[in-house]
């Protein structure tokens, strides 16, 4: 590979996740990719392999179906695909299984492995696979990498100023592209919108949905966003005729007048933001209405509440309390408002950045959901 300038750019390993429960079949494995220029990481177990895919990121994962539970049936196997999916692994999964387990391997396949290779294995075949399931997905990330600079475009980069309060957001895709949605929307010289939802569904589908109810707000009149409960019946609506059934979309809108210092809001069904009183007081904005999408027949009730200086407006989506330590507690809810007690009075930029930095280093860098903060800080 040549960079535009003409010099030699190193392209990296193939990294590759082998899980056997036999010493000896690891290390043939190790020995037989690291002729071929692989890097691997071998486990014995698949706790050990979840554990792996957490904290690393590999190209492929290949896979014995048979541990020492069991050694015929491939439950063990079967079960390790379920719980690699449950963590949302976008990491194609290769397979390995005994001579004559073919109905086995086809199974695994149909749970979502992408190939397999019968042990004792033939070395073309295995070289064979993992390189086309490797490349393949090496394709694919740079697709998404792709899509991911496009998202992140979508998201608000100008602030517009005013008198009592400062405002900041961001988000962070738990895989390059995510269902997280916040914006800031101008209506006037002294009114914002502030936006932030959580759209069902992870990867590309949960992204495009992402963009399409982005679309819904950003198509409206700003004289129209003045009145939140009409805007999010258009919404609604739109997003119901667009969408497959299953989908839905919790969803914060927010209009601030900056002459009153009120905010007029609508929850459809997300998680309460949290209010922090200058007197240290904490209130939540409960839902007022169900989720967005989920039915044609819609209605909210709009709900209003004043930002006095002192006070914290934090916005945020439930990947926030339910960010994982590898221990599997949750991040939840005492957490957070610890986080935003320690931090009361700093700016909405650095609110927003000290959570998002908690979050991380309380799951060890490991996402499973978006995570996205707003905070809105209100001035003297």
Not at 33 to 58: C, I, M, N, W
Request: with cysteine; net charge negative; charged share 20%.
């Amino acid at each position: 590979m040549h960079s535009p300038g003409g010099m030699a750019v190193q392209a990296k390993p193939i990294r590759v996740l082998v899980c056997d429960d036999q010493p000896d079949v690891l290390e043939a494995m190790r020995l037989l990719l690291k002729g071929q220029g692989f890097h691997s990481v071998t486990v014995d177990s698949p706790a050990a392999l979840l554990r792996t895919v957490r904290s690393e990121s590999f190209d492929l994962i290949v896979a014995d179906l048979n541990y020492t539970r069991d050694t015929t049936s491939g439950t063990e196997g079967l079960d390790l695909l379920a719980s690699l999916e449950a963590l949302g692994n976008a990491t194609p999964v290769v397979v390995m299984t005994a001579w004559g387990s073919v109905d086995l391997a086809v199974e695994a396949m149909r749970r979502g492995a992408c190939d397999f290779i019968q042990k004792p294995w033939d070395n073309a075949r295995v070289i064979a696979v993992v390189r086309k399931q490797a490349d393949s997905e090496r394709r694919r990330k740079s697709e998404l990498e792709i899509a991911a600079n496009v998202q992140q475009k979508l998201f608000p980069h100008e602030v517009h100023r005013l008198s009592t309060i400062e405002y900041a957001g961001h988000c962070v895709a738990a895989r390059e592209v995510g269902g997280d949605y916040y914006d800031f929307l101008n209506v006037n010289e002294h009114t914002l919108g502030f936006v932030l939802g959580d759209v069902s569904g992870k990867g590309i589908p949960a992204a495009l949905l992402m963009a399409n109810l982005q679309a819904c707000f950003r198509s409206q009149e700003p004289l129209a966003l003045l009145q939140p409960a009409h805007v999010l019946e258009c919404v609604n609506r739109h997003f119901f005729d667009s969408t497959e059934a299953e989908r839905f979309a919790t969803l914060f809108f927010g209009i601030y007048d900056d002459r009153t210092r009120v905010l007029r809001y609508v929850n459809c069904g997300h998680v309460p933001p949290m209010v922090m009183r200058a007197s240290g007081a904490l209130e939540t904005l409960e839902p007022t209405a169900t989720m967005l999408g989920a039915f044609r027949i819609w209605q909210c009730t709009e709900q209003q509440i004043c930002l006095s200086p002192g006070d914290t407006l934090l916005i945020y989506s439930d990947g926030v309390t339910e960010a994982e330590s590898p221990s599997g507690e949750d991040f939840g809810e005492e957490r957070l408002v610890r986080c935003l007690r320690e931090n009361h009075g700093a700016s909405a930029q650095a609110l927003v950045q000290m959570i998002v930095e908690n979050v991380s280093e309380f799951s060890h860098g490991s996402r499973f959901d978006d995570v996205t903060v707003v905070a809105v800080t209100a001035t003297s």
